[in-house]
């Protein structure tokens, strides 16, 4: 049997039973409507009371967070982003675009998330928080009443240096866990990709984790980190691939975001659609927030995950249904971008599994487009995010102007309600961004 085959079939076939993948592997911008969208299927492994659960856990360790990191002091420990009207950004791009957004444009800042500035600053975090307390509870250090600032004393730190955290990472995920592991005393180590950009592994660094680097992307530094777990009982692996901890971390946003709506009067319900655009790697951050999202408000909020076209492997699992055992490798894509918090190859099959009916599709954007976008939003909004925190702001301008994103809005009778939509821009990253890398990624020449 020939080796290029893929689960028994090969290019070819694959192209004629989805010709999407023709223009996929030739690098065109696309937009896939998902089919399976909305065909009920319960979640078999998770329900809602697990995200309660994680949002208590936050709760309780609000207060260390609020005492080891001050920039929390005015949310009280609760790590959590604005939302932002970005009107000049909207009017821009109906300019560029000759399109007009038809609702209400936001953006949610989780670039602006406290600790470590991007998205993974949910997932990561709240997971090495619960190791953190599984190990104290283990270790009798916890009886229930006590205020969660006893993780930040002596006796907890001396038994956490006893452990250690490993992590598979393109940079924001190891940002997360390093710094939130090294303050409870933990020794991590993180293993980088070839991706990884040198300012996160010198942070990192300076807060006495432990960088591993490669010359090689981001599955094999998880392979890497998996590794390094498997002969070693002291060292805790965060699968960013495979956790439900993550997951469950990423979904809290949605409850959260409901109450920022409420403060905001903002409705959403049966006429008043939530349409929202997540960047897209591995899946389980954009995962983790759709299926908190479709857990507050069900049918009426609509989420797309946008991928760059060097690196559509959550589009590609998906649509072929092969999640995990199919890379952009196998369509003659070469995952190289410099959205580098997408620059993943192959899909986390756990998150495509999971979510794969609550996802209403997926598009791909260029990278050239993704600097146009930043620079647009600098120039309006004086607001800069990295790379791969761009990829959401082409998600309307396609839902409105392609064939599926019309399709998708005539077969769900969306189209007299979309007057009344909110379309939020989920931003994942950027904040932390040192200063000669944000005018470096400003200056980006672009041909327009
Ligand atoms: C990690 C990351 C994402 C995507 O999250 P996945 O869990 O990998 O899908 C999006 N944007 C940024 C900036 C990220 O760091």
């Not at 993550?246 to 975001?257: I, M, V």
């Not at 797309?304 to 999640?323: D, K, N, R, V, Y």
């Not at 055992?325 to 995952?335: A, K």
């Not at 495509?352 to 260029?366: F, M, R």
């Amino acid at each position: 049997m020939s080796s290029n085959l893929i689960a028994g079939k090969d290019v070819q076939q694959w192209k004629d039973d989805y010709p999407l993948l023709e223009k996929i592997s030739r690098l065109e911008e696309v937009f896939w409507r998902n089919i399976d969208y909305g065909t009920k299927k319960e979640m078999e492994y998770l329900s809602s009371k697990d995200i309660t659960d994680a949002l208590e856990r936050l709760e309780r360790f609000a207060p260390f967070i609020e005492t080891m990191f001050p920039e929390t002091l005015h949310t009280k420990g609760i790590i959590e982003s604005p939302l932002k009207k970005i009107n000049k950004m909207k009017n821009q791009l109906k300019h560029v675009y000759k399109i007009d957004i038809s609702g209400e444009l936001l953006l949610k800042c989780d670039s602006h998330l406290p600790i470590s500035g991007s998205i993974k600053a949910r997932g990561g975090i709240y997971e090495v928080l619960k190791h953190a307390e599984d190990l104290a509870l283990e270790n009798g250090l916890l009886t229930n009443t006590e205020s969660y600032t006893i993780f930040s004393s002596a006796r907890f730190k001396e038994l956490f240096s006893k452990y250690k955290i490993a992590v598979g990472s393109t940079g924001n995920l190891g940002l997360s866990i390093g710094i939130m592991g090294a303050s409870l005393g933990f020794q991590v180590t993180v293993h980088m990709s070839s991706d990884a950009m040198t300012w996160k592994k010198n942070l990192l660094r300076r807060k006495g984790v432990t960088v591993i680097e490669y010359q090689t992307d981001y599955s094999h530094a998880v392979e890497a980190g998996r590794r390094q777990a498997e002969t070693d009982p002291t060292c805790y692996f965060i699968d960013d691939e495979n956790s439900k901890d993550l997951f469950l971390g990423y979904a809290t946003a949605a409850s959260r975001l409901k109450e920022q709506f409420k403060k905001r009067n903002i409705i959403v319900d049966e006429d008043h659609p939530l349409f929202v655009y997540l960047p897209c790697g591995v899946g389980g951050g954009p995962g983790g927030i759709t299926y908190g999202l479709k857990t507050e408000f069900g049918e009426n909020v609509h989420c797309f995950f946008a991928e760059p076209t060097h690196s559509p492997c959550f589009l590609i699992g998906q649509m072929t249904g092969l999640h995990d055992r199919v890379s952009v490798f196998d369509f003659g894509l070469d995952n190289r971008t410099a959205a580098d918090g997408l620059a993943v190859g192959r899909p986390s099959s756990f998150v495509g599994q999971a979510i794969g009916h609550l996802l209403s599709g997926c598009y791909t954007i260029d990278d050239q487009r993704l600097f146009s976008f930043l620079r647009k939003l600098v120039d309006t909004e004086n607001l800069f995010l990295e790379p791969s925190a761009l990829a959401g702001f082409y998600g309307p301008i396609q839902l409105f102007r392609t064939i599926e994103g019309k399709k998708y809005l005539d077969c769900h009778q969306l189209n007299d309600k979309v007057s009344n939509a909110l379309h939020l821009v989920w931003a994942t990253g950027g904040s932390m961004v040192p200063k000669e890398m944000v005018s470096e990624y400003y200056e980006e020449k672009i041909e327009e």
